[in-house]
């Protein structure tokens, strides 16, 4: 079943009009929200990082998307942060074709180790929803929708500026067949997020391109 569905997608080739994406819609507004609310609050040594996840799932499809991460000053600053993404094929793949159009919806928990070092390793827990939509209503009969589980590690860069760098590889520990599960929700992919702390009011040019306090 996963082959069929795999040989589906391979149509993605045709064009399709371009269409308004209520779900890329909907979730753009609850991000610019919840910024709104975290940057009401009193920020000053805490991190918020938000900016673009471009993500592979081996041997399937790209989905792009938007990532937040927030680590609070009181609570092991700059090592533990907390997080929402959306990630889509809708905006990879998918893009005015006809591939599967599926969205992630994930919170998240991570632990960067090597605290003001430059090439930081991290590790992430992720858990969230996952939706496909199959288009024709002949795949209606298929499983559409999953919870998430997921794992990842890999390296933060961070650089001179409130810019970070990242990118991991990690897996699915849920997944499906096409029958117990969405045929297109497999198990590897490996991910690339740059970010930019928002609460950082610093001016550029006082950012230095390795500042003393970081470490290699």
């Given at each position: 079943?996963k082959?069929?569905?795999?040989?589906?997608?391979?149509?993605?080739?045709?064009?399709?009009p371009?269409?308004?994406?209520p779900?890329?819609?909907?979730?753009?507004?609850v991000?610019a929200l919840?910024?709104?609310?975290?940057?009401?609050?009193?920020?000053q040594?805490s991190?918020l990082?938000?900016?673009?996840r471009?993500?592979?799932t081996v041997?399937?499809y790209?989905?792009?998307?938007?990532?937040l991460s927030?680590s609070?000053?009181?609570?092991?600053?700059?090592r533990?942060?907390f997080?929402?993404?959306?990630?889509?094929?809708?905006?990879?793949?998918a893009?005015?074709?006809?591939?599967i159009?599926q969205?992630?919806y994930?919170?998240s928990?991570a632990w960067?180790?090597?605290e003001n070092?430059v090439?930081?390793?991290?590790v992430r827990?992720?858990?969230?929803y996952?939706?496909?939509?199959y288009v024709?209503?002949?795949f209606n009969v298929l499983p559409?929708?999953?919870l998430l589980?997921s794992s990842d590690?890999?390296?933060?860069f961070?650089t001179?500026?409130?810019?970070k760098?990242s990118?991991?590889?990690?897996?699915?520990?849920?997944t499906g067949?096409?029958?117990?599960?969405p045929?297109t929700?497999?198990?590897?992919?490996?991910?690339?997020t740059?970010?930019?702390n928002?609460?950082d009011r610093?001016?550029?040019?006082h950012h230095?391109s390795?500042?003393q306090k970081?470490?290699?």
């Amino acid at each position: 079943m996963k082959t069929v569905l795999k040989n589906t997608t391979r149509m993605e080739l045709r064009q399709l009009p371009i269409r308004v994406i209520p779900s890329v819609k909907r979730t753009c507004i609850v991000a610019a929200l919840l910024l709104a609310v975290l940057n009401s609050a009193n920020a000053q040594s805490s991190i918020l990082d938000a900016g673009i996840r471009l993500q592979q799932t081996v041997n399937l499809y790209s989905e792009n998307g938007i990532a937040l991460s927030y680590s609070n000053k009181a609570l092991l600053p700059d090592r533990l942060y907390f997080g929402f993404s959306y990630a889509t094929s809708r905006l990879g793949t998918a893009f005015n074709t006809y591939a599967i159009k599926q969205d992630n919806y994930l919170v998240s928990a991570a632990w960067y180790f090597r605290e003001n070092h430059v090439i930081r390793p991290f590790v992430r827990l992720n858990t969230g929803y996952f939706s496909a939509d199959y288009v024709e209503a002949i795949f209606n009969v298929l499983p559409q929708s999953s919870l998430l589980l997921s794992s990842d590690f890999g390296i933060c860069f961070q650089t001179g500026l409130p810019l970070k760098i990242s990118t991991s590889l990690g897996y699915n520990f849920i997944t499906g067949n096409g029958l117990s599960g969405p045929g297109t929700l497999f198990p590897v992919f490996y991910q690339l997020t740059l970010s930019w702390n928002i609460f950082d009011r610093t001016k550029l040019s006082h950012h230095q391109s390795l500042p003393q306090k970081l470490k290699l």
